[in-house]
């Protein structure tokens, strides 16, 4: 993928807070969040709506500023920020779409049997205050996995990439590599383990994203992973207290 956004002097210097809070404000407010919600979680009805719907404004007014940012310089495209169609052909899109959705269905399948069976499933405690209970938090689940997708993307991947290739002067995969650095600290809350998953997960869109020159794969991918996350999979079945993803906080 080759991209060569031109970012005005005042955009640049404008992205400089925007990155800022990014890498070290983001990361430590999800944490204090999370770790809020753990403790309150079973109290508390309303308590993991309202953190869901918090992240929620507060992601898409992040991706809101960025936007404005690229808008504010003439030299960036929607090219250079992946707001485009994917190269390669309907018919590859339509393959890759297709392998991803059968492969995620496949994952989530397996879990599924796990966590029935109260074995341990792979990731989950790393979230598991999260897990949706009610209608209520499973809706508030399914508008965060979609902002997550959508936001995060655009975000993550389009912008920063764009700032670091355009404002910095960095090869396209360089610039890649250290939005995909910014984007794993962002997800801090889920301690090391959750952070392990999460630069497997970032780095598999970010190659879609570098094969593709679109966001649209890995934020449909992005959504689906996030989907299954939150409400395909359910908790481990087993008795209070037991290690079977019970509400404990997590400490990064």
């Not at 029935?116 to 209970?133: E, I, N, T, Y």
């Amino acid at each position: 993928m080759t991209i060569s956004p031109e970012f005005s002097p005042l955009a640049a210097w404008l992205a400089v807070p925007l990155v800022a809070y990014l890498l070290f404000v983001t990361p430590w407010l999800g944490k204090r969040a999370y770790e809020k919600l753990a403790r309150q979680r079973d109290r508390d009805p309303r308590a993991l709506v309202r953190m869901f719907r918090s992240w929620i404004a507060e992601t898409w007014a992040l991706m809101a500023v960025a936007l404005v940012l690229a808008a504010m310089s003439p030299g960036v495209g929607l090219a250079d920020l992946g707001l485009v169609a994917p190269s390669g052909g309907g018919s590859r899109v339509t393959g890759m779409v297709v392998g991803a959705t059968i492969g995620l269905v496949a994952v989530t399948l397996v879990f599924r049997r796990r966590a029935k069976s109260g074995r341990a499933v792979p990731g989950q405690a790393a979230f598991s205050a999260m897990l949706p209970r009610t209608t209520a938090e499973r809706w508030a689940a399914a508008a965060m996995a979609v902002t997550a997708g959508v936001c995060e993307e655009v975000l993550y991947r389009g912008f920063l990439i764009a700032l670091g290739v355009g404002v910095l002067g960095l090869d396209v995969k360089v610039a890649a590599g250290a939005a995909l650095v910014v984007f794993v600290a962002g997800h801090w809350y889920q301690g090391w383990k959750g952070l392990l998953i999460v630069t497997v997960a970032g780095y598999g869109l970010t190659a879609l994203y570098l094969a593709q020159g679109s966001l649209l794969l890995p934020i449909v991918v992005h959504v689906l992973v996030d989907l299954r996350g939150l409400l395909f999979v359910p908790a481990p079945a087993g008795p209070v207290g037991a290690d079977t993803g019970s509400v404990e906080p997590v400490r990064g």
